[in-house]
């Protein structure tokens, strides 16, 4: 008799980080993503939770780099695991460069707390460290697309593109003759830049994310008007144009549509930087596989800006804020929260002559959001900065489906799923998609909770006992 086969939701369950989706089956246990949480304290407090039995997990399998997918993975190492890790060529590139950052801040915040003498332990130890980070890349094993791959375990897996990202995918996993489809983080019906997403071969369970399960995207006739009008604005008066972008992808994202508004005569030329090593090395990742570039897009579409500067080290960094003349700068990161964009905005909020333009979603709590709300000055550095530069809301970017793409993209699935489980999404967002996939397509639909476990093989003798937290 074979074991029963179950899933458990242990993140992402109710909010958007730390994704974490833990298959059994008997003694077989396989973890797909490895996120940490991120945001409120409560949340990251899970971050130091142990993982259950890390050194027993046979194998991981990954959608994406994106940390909230992939940065607890040095933690599972140092618990113990040592298996492999499963996931597309692209990704591992770019998740090298996610967990190297990671690392790297865990080791300073802690270097901090001890030194600030504000933590509550005697010695504050790192989640992880660089060196975990060292030993998680030396596991990765990557797949090809479009192709069924044994895993080892009874384990069968398949990654389809997923638009989100570079090399993001959704996967479909089989074991014991179960399927299970893990959406990953879903992009647009089309991406500026990268592959857009393919429908992969569906399953009888489907987890699916929720992210904007309550809201859909416009797609104005013109694109990227405030930007673009915001800029020519600023450039006008002698300012300069400060673009706070996620490391990867925004930052490819709003180079290529500087490059398109530049050749339409949309936006005058002045020097556009890309300032912030993380992004650097992202946008290396990008401009070596042409292959994952949206069919029709070449590096010249997102790197052919006339006056374009790559700002790597900090020492270039401080020169590149000391001269004059108006400029865009690209830098992360995307919410404020840190990075070289802060000495940015050290410098250039307090001159209404310049421009902030924000290019993404800024969650509760960040220096990002207090400035679209109005805030008179952030906290920058020990310092209250006066906001003085105007602030422009660009929300033509967006890297993850609206509601209508979400729909029909479970539609689109060959099996039709019998049941769809919502991760990834706060509760109002994965409440009004389980109502719209309920109500527009018949299926079972439901929002996972965190630490629910559900049964995925046919049920033997009893019920399986709740095992919920
Ligand atoms: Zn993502």
């Given at each position: 008799?074979?074991a029963?086969?179950?899933?458990?939701?242990?993140?992402?369950?109710?909010?958007?980080?730390?994704?974490?989706?833990?298959?059994?089956?008997?003694?077989?246990?396989?973890?797909?993503?490895?996120?940490?949480?991120?945001?409120?304290?409560?949340?990251?407090?899970?971050?130091?939770?142990?993982?259950?039995?890390a050194?027993?997990?046979?194998?991981?399998?990954?959608?994406h780099?994106?940390?909230?997918?992939?940065?607890?993975?040095?933690?599972?190492?140092?618990?113990?695991?040592?298996?492999?890790?499963?996931?597309t060529?692209?990704?591992?590139?770019?998740?090298?460069?996610?967990?190297?950052?990671s690392?790297?801040?865990?080791?300073l915040?802690?270097?901090?707390?001890?030194?600030?003498?504000?933590?509550?332990h005697?010695?504050?130890?790192?989640?992880?460290?660089?060196?975990?980070?060292?030993?998680?890349?030396?596991?990765?094993?990557?797949?090809?697309?479009?192709?069924?791959?044994?895993?080892?375990?009874?384990?069968?897996?398949?990654?389809?593109?997923?638009?989100?990202?570079?090399?993001?995918?959704?996967?479909?996993?089989?074991?014991?003759?179960?399927?299970?489809?893990?959406?990953?983080?879903?992009?647009?019906?089309?991406?500026?830049?990268?592959?857009?997403?393919?429908?992969?071969?569906?399953?009888?369970?489907?987890?699916?994310?929720?992210?904007?399960?309550?809201?859909?995207?416009?797609?104005?006739?013109?694109?990227?008007?405030?930007?673009?009008?915001?800029?020519?604005?600023?450039?006008?008066?002698?300012?300069?144009?400060?673009?706070?972008?996620?490391?990867?992808?925004?930052?490819?994202?709003?180079?290529?549509?500087?490059?398109?508004?530049?050749?339409?005569?949309?936006?005058?030329?002045?020097?556009?930087?890309?300032?912030?090593?993380?992004?650097?090395?992202?946008?290396?990742?990008?401009?070596?596989?042409?292959e994952?570039?949206?069919?029709?897009?070449?590096?010249?579409?997102?790197?052919?800006?006339?006056?374009?500067?790559?700002?790597?080290?900090?020492?270039?960094?401080?020169?590149a804020?000391?001269?004059?003349?108006?400029?865009?700068?690209?830098?992360?990161?995307?919410?404020?929260?840190?990075?070289?964009?802060?000495?940015?905005?050290?410098?250039?909020?307090?001159?209404?002559?310049?421009?902030?333009?924000?290019?993404?979603?800024?969650?509760?709590?960040?220096?990002?959001?207090?400035?679209?709300?109005?805030?008179?000055?952030?906290?920058?550095?020990?310092?209250?900065v006066?906001?003085?530069?105007?602030?422009?809301?660009?929300?033509?970017?967006?890297?993850?489906?609206?509601?209508?793409?979400?729909?029909?993209?479970?539609?689109?699935?060959?099996?039709?799923?019998?049941?769809?489980?919502?991760?990834?999404?706060?509760?109002?967002?994965?409440?009004?998609?389980?109502?719209?996939?309920?109500?527009?397509?018949?299926?079972?639909?439901?929002?996972?909770?965190?630490?629910?476990?559900?049964?995925?093989?046919?049920?033997?003798?009893?019920?399986?006992?709740?095992?919920?937290?």
């Amino acid at each position: 008799m074979t074991a029963p086969v179950t899933l458990q939701f242990l993140g992402a369950s109710g909010t958007v980080t730390g994704s974490k989706y833990l298959v059994e089956a008997g003694e077989r246990r396989l973890l797909v993503d490895a996120g940490m949480y991120q945001g409120a304290k409560e949340l990251r407090l899970r971050n130091r939770e142990p993982f259950p039995d890390a050194s027993t997990l046979d194998l991981v399998v990954v959608t994406h780099a994106h940390a909230d997918h992939t940065s607890y993975l040095p933690a599972l190492v140092n618990q113990g695991f040592s298996g492999p890790i499963f996931c597309t060529q692209g990704t591992a590139r770019l998740a090298e460069i996610v967990l190297r950052d990671s690392a790297y801040l865990q080791e300073l915040e802690t270097e901090n707390a001890i030194r600030g003498g504000y933590s509550k332990h005697a010695h504050p130890e790192p989640l992880y460290t660089k060196a975990d980070a060292e030993w998680t890349i030396e596991l990765f094993q990557t797949v090809e697309f479009d192709t069924d791959v044994a895993l080892g375990h009874g384990v069968v897996a398949r990654w389809t593109r997923a638009g989100h990202i570079l090399a993001s995918a959704s996967v479909n996993v089989t074991i014991d003759g179960v399927a299970v489809l893990f959406s990953g983080d879903l992009g647009r019906e089309s991406h500026p830049v990268v592959r857009h997403r393919d429908t992969p071969p569906g399953a009888r369970w489907v987890l699916c994310e929720s992210t904007y399960g309550d809201r859909e995207h416009e797609d104005p006739a013109v694109a990227h008007v405030a930007m673009a009008d915001a800029i020519t604005r600023t450039v006008a008066r002698g300012g300069s144009v400060v673009i706070p972008a996620f490391a990867i992808d925004r930052t490819e994202a709003v180079l290529h549509a500087l490059v398109a508004l530049q050749r339409e005569g949309r936006i005058p030329e002045v020097p556009v930087l890309v300032d912030g090593p993380m992004s650097m090395r992202a946008l290396d990742v990008y401009r070596d596989m042409p292959e994952e570039l949206a069919e029709g897009v070449t590096v010249e579409d997102f790197l052919g800006l006339r006056r374009l500067e790559e700002v790597r080290t900090s020492r270039q960094s401080r020169k590149a804020r000391d001269e004059k003349g108006s400029r865009i700068i690209i830098s992360s990161s995307g919410m404020l929260e840190g990075g070289r964009v802060l000495s940015w905005l050290q410098k250039l909020l307090p001159d209404e002559k310049n421009c902030v333009v924000i290019v993404g979603y800024q969650g509760e709590g960040t220096r990002g959001r207090d400035i679209i709300e109005g805030a008179r000055h952030v906290k920058i550095n020990g310092r209250h900065v006066p906001v003085r530069a105007e602030i422009v809301d660009e929300n033509g970017f967006s890297a993850h489906a609206g509601a209508s793409e979400l729909v029909s993209w479970v539609a689109a699935l060959d099996p039709r799923p019998e049941t769809v489980f919502l991760v990834h999404g706060e509760p109002g967002s994965a409440a009004a998609l389980e109502e719209r996939i309920e109500t527009e397509l018949g299926i079972t639909t439901v929002v996972a909770r965190h630490g629910e476990k559900v049964l995925l093989s046919e049920p033997v003798d009893e019920d399986l006992e709740d095992s919920e937290e």
